[in-house]
């Protein structure tokens, strides 16, 4: 399941690559995020790190890899939370001083008889996550 994101953000595309490489103010924009490794900084290639989600009245151990850190350019990574996902940012300037931001993510479900609705009730609860963190992310990043 592929879930795409986008949203012109009033900022630099350094300045919006620099809040989503700070692991541990993501909790201030991905509210579905608890907490982050306290040991974990800024997102580098190769580094991997825990934390904490709450999603659909649940809360879920998590790790992460850090696969692409290119400052003001794009950040992916390799999520174990339950599901595997693939996070993938992406910041590109739009000519004005904002950046388009891209937030696309990868996810592999399990199967069997319930697959269906629990894709069709996690597509609909991450878009919204999904949103809901690109409007945080740009309040933060235009303070």
Known sequence: MRLVVERLIGAAPDAVYALVADLQRRPEWLHELVHVDPDADTAKAGIRFEGE????????????????????????????????LTVEWTFEPAGDGRTRVRHCMDVVLPGGPLGRIERF?????????QRAALEALESLVSR
């Open 53 to 84: 989600s709450r999603l659909l009245l649940h809360r879920f151990p998590g790790s992460s890899e850090v696969l692409r850190a290119d400052p003001g350019t794009a950040l992916s990574e390799r999520v174990h939370l339950g599901a595997r």
């Open 121 to 129: 009730v996690l597509r609909r609860r991450v878009s919204t996550l």
